[in-house]
């Protein structure tokens, strides 16, 4: 069984969140509904290339950025 | 035709698509105005509103996309958003914005330089946004940018080529494509800025404000092809002393008693 002691405190976009040991980064952004490849990532202030974003695994204190294109002049 | 770092554009007017009302007015506007390149910015995804995309509405196949480094306020964080942009769009093109002032939205020189070289030796293809100035132009185009945008007033201010004389300047000396991008209100201020050699104009408040987007976007194509033509037909000169249109002889029947 998973304590909420073994969940990992996180930051995404700011906001405080709790995700599982082993969790991918691309899996925290399918797990918010959403599409990796609508969306630049960054990880600990570092921009992610496609491939990272499957394979990077978030850690305790992980701060992750998503990023997309909007409106704008 | 221009041609930007290898890349042919039909039209010379570009355009953002920022400040519309809807998404389905920016498509029908930006479709209206012809335009084959648009600016976009960079911004958290809204975790509460996931769904909103409004980019998704634009065919990529149609237009091409441009992203901006606005909200930087200096190098550091303009190489931080082309990196996302390259990452996100999966394009090295850069409207390269570093706008440390919220007031005057005035690009900062010593930055976008700075930036410039930093992002030209990553292979960014690099459209710096600056004011109207000639050695500030020369500069960055020495340093490899692939185009300059001297502003002709503050963005969203519309009141037109206020930096026409320095404008001038710059495009005389030019020896990439000069993009006239910020403030041009109406389409006269494009058609005024294309006139004087600019090679394309940027324009994405005077559209998207409008109280018809889709008629304000035909207006400025108009206008931007107007000017263009007017350039390359060769306009007369402006004189200060009156030459008549009609002839000087034949009238002695009006004026010999």
Excluded at chain 2, 28 to 55: C, H, K, N, W, Y
Aim: charged share 20%; with cysteine; aromatic share 4%.
């Amino acid at each position: 069984m998973v304590t909420s002691q073994e969940y990992l405190a996180i930051t995404c976009n700011g906001e405080s969140r709790q995700v599982a040991p082993g969790t991918t980064v691309a899996s925290l952004i399918r797990q918010l509904n959403l599409d990796p490849g609508q969306m630049a990532v960054e990880l600990d202030g570092r921009v992610l290339a496609p491939e990272e974003v499957a394979a990077s695994e978030l850690a305790a204190g992980s701060r992750v950025e998503l990023i997309r294109f909007v409106g704008g002049g | 035709m221009l041609n930007i770092a290898g890349r042919n554009f039909r039209s010379r007017l570009f355009t953002g698509t920022g400040k519309f009302s809807s998404a389905a007015v920016m498509k029908a506007a930006l479709e209206a105005s012809g335009s084959e390149m648009v600016t976009v910015a960079l911004r958290r995804v809204d975790l509460a509103d996931p769904a909103d995309d409004i980019m998704s509405v634009l065919d990529r196949e149609h237009f091409f996309f441009l992203p901006n480094t606005s909200g930087a306020r200096d190098a550091d964080e303009a190489v931080r958003l082309a990196h996302l942009a390259r990452a996100a769009g999966g394009t090295n093109w850069l409207k390269l914005e570093v706008t440390p002032d919220p007031r005057t939205l005035l690009p900062d020189p010593v930055e976008t330089l700075k930036a410039t070289e930093q992002l030209v030796a990553e292979d960014f293809v690099v459209l710096p946004y600056i004011n109207a100035d000639p050695i500030l132009a020369l500069r960055l185009q020495d340093a490899g940018a692939a185009a300059v945008m001297p502003l002709g007033s503050p963005i969203g201010t519309n009141h037109g080529l206020l930096t026409r004389f320095q404008v001038g300047i710059i495009i005389e000396q030019a020896r990439v494509p000069v993009v006239v991008d910020a403030g041009l209100g109406v389409p006269s201020h494009a058609a005024e800025a294309m006139e004087l050699g600019a090679d394309a104009v940027l324009v994405n408040t005077a559209i998207a404000v409008a109280a018809e987007p889709v008629k304000m976007a035909r207006a400025f194509a108009a206008a931007v092809e107007a000017g263009r033509m007017a350039y390359e037909a060769g306009p007369g000169e402006q004189r200060s002393q009156a030459d008549a249109s009609s002839p000087s002889g034949g009238l002695d029947f009006l004026h010999d008693e």
